[in-house]
């Protein structure tokens, strides 16, 4: 099996639910949509470096390039969105959500599995 099947599935999904017409979630405090930013692009980096890890990839180099490319991924969604879908929009606070989401999940990662 694929070591990134998971998260290139995750990144389908995340692709699929970012061009779908908007759900309006309630606000409590901090917004839960960019909570699931913060969730959503974090798990697709928990799955990237565990993908690097099965395929024998994973250094601390790999992980701050995942980390970067799953960050890019979420500013380029950011992009599609506001260029052609005219229901969805174009947000800065989503992308901070998302790298952040991706900075989050290195730590975490790298706190209990990469070796340094």
Not at 16 to 37: A, E, F, R, T
Not at 111 to 116: A, G, L, P, R
Request: aromatic share 18%; proline share 4%.
């Amino acid at each position: 099996m694929n070591p990134y099947l998971p998260a290139i599935c995750c990144a389908v999904l995340i692709f699929g639910l970012s061009v779908s017409p908007g759900i309006q979630l309630p606000n409590v405090g901090i917004s839960s949509d960019k909570i699931g930013h913060l969730i959503a692009y974090g798990v697709l980096a928990w799955f990237t470096f565990s993908g690097l890890k099965k395929d024998g990839r994973l250094n601390i180099e790999t992980a701050y390039w995942a980390v970067f490319g799953v960050s890019l991924y979420g500013i380029f969604l950011e992009f599609v969105q506001w260029a052609f879908f005219p229901y969805r929009y174009f947000e800065l606070w989503d992308m901070v959500a998302n790298i952040t989401g991706a900075c989050l999940s290195f730590i975490i990662f790298r706190s209990f599995i990469i070796k340094t």
